[in-house]
């Protein structure tokens, strides 16, 4: 299932909304959004959380909108100021330089907000406790950060910017490192998720939608989105139905959708190092 996650309810918040909507607690979902942030939200129903796990969504797309000229604790609107500099004569070169910079391969320090757990416990929490939070850089890759539109305030300068990045990026943390690139400080206004992997907002449906009509993607479509296909004659179906190997596919580690040859999907398998491919997952039992 693809929602299209209302602002202001955590990812759980609409995980349990679904639950009581398709009257089943076997829901999860895959790529958290923050409460303040909208857009795709991808969940699995019954049998289909079993592929949450390995769904990789290593990129993502964004719409945002950044503010120059205040600095927050969590880095977008949420958090406290906790600094303020007049933005006004930040040139729109310097800021495309800024941005620029922000593109590529970065090591980036993720705000100190996040679900990361640091000894075991979410850095969030930590935060919200008082305690002083630093969390090392993570490597991650931005393809796309784009300007889109500039609108200038008295003191401050607000950015539309479109962002395409892979997993584990963050992109308020993209908004307080421009900010502190320019010397104004920095945070995210407005956050649109706008695809994550296969997934995109033609395909989502909003809470409201769904309460009319509780539309789902069909497992196999999912796993056909989502990862390699591999279909296989009768005698192998039999085999991965049961959970016995196959040769290998030589599509490498990650998981790779098995049809059986009526187009049933059958497992999630991997290539081992021993030239076999071991089942994830079977669906078809």
């Given amino acids: 299932?693809?929602?299209?996650?209302?602002?202001?309810?955590?990812?759980?918040?609409?995980?349990?909304?679904?639950?009581?909507?398709?009257?089943?607690?076997?829901?999860?979902?895959?790529?958290?959004?923050?409460?303040?942030?909208?857009?795709?939200?991808?969940?699995?129903?019954?049998?289909?959380?079993?592929?949450?796990?390995?769904?990789?969504?290593?990129?993502?797309?964004?719409?945002?909108?950044?503010?120059?000229?205040?600095?927050?604790?969590?880095?977008?609107?949420?958090?406290?100021?906790?600094?303020?500099?007049?933005?006004?004569?930040?040139?729109?070169?310097?800021?495309?330089?800024?941005?620029?910079?922000?593109?590529?391969?970065?090591?980036?320090?993720?705000?100190?907000?996040?679900?990361?757990?640091?000894?075991?416990?979410?850095?969030?929490?930590?935060?919200?406790?008082?305690?002083?939070?630093?969390?090392?850089?993570?490597?991650?890759?931005?393809?796309?950060?784009?300007?889109?539109?500039?609108r200038r305030n008295a003191a401050t300068v607000d950015l539309d910017v479109v962002v395409e990045c892979s997993t584990g990026t963050y992109v308020r943390a993209l908004a307080r490192d421009v900010g502190d690139a320019l010397g104004v400080g920095g945070h995210l206004t407005a956050l649109r998720r706008e695809r994550v992997g296969p997934y995109d907002l033609a395909q989502a449906r909003t809470l409201d939608q769904l309460a009319l009509e509780l539309t789902v993607l069909p497992l196999a479509a999912a796993a056909g989105a989502s990862f390699p296909r591999r279909d296989v004659d009768a005698p192998a179906a039999l085999d991965v139905s049961h959970g016995r190997p196959l040769p290998a596919s030589g599509g490498g580690a990650g998981p790779v959708a098995v049809f059986g040859p009526d187009g049933a999907l059958l497992a999630l398998m991997a290539d081992c190092d021993d030239g076999l491919a071991r089942s994830l997952a079977v669906f078809s039992a």
């Fill in 1 to 150: 299932m693809v929602v299209d996650k209302p602002g202001g309810m955590t990812s759980h918040d609409v995980v349990a909304r679904v639950r009581r909507l398709a009257g089943t607690r076997r829901v999860g979902h895959a790529g958290t959004l923050d409460p303040m942030a909208t857009g795709v939200l991808v969940l699995g129903v019954g049998r289909a959380t079993r592929l949450l796990g390995h769904l990789a969504l290593t990129d993502k797309a964004y719409d945002a909108t950044i503010r120059l000229g205040s600095a927050t604790t969590t880095d977008d609107t949420e958090g406290e100021v906790i600094a303020t500099t007049d933005a006004s004569q930040i040139t729109d070169d310097r800021i495309a330089g800024a941005v620029a910079a922000l593109t590529g391969g970065l090591d980036q320090v993720p705000s100190s907000v996040s679900a990361i757990k640091v000894d075991g416990r979410r850095a969030y929490k930590r935060v919200r406790q008082g305690e002083l939070v630093t969390l090392a850089p993570r490597r991650v890759t931005v393809t796309r950060f784009e300007v889109v539109a500039t």
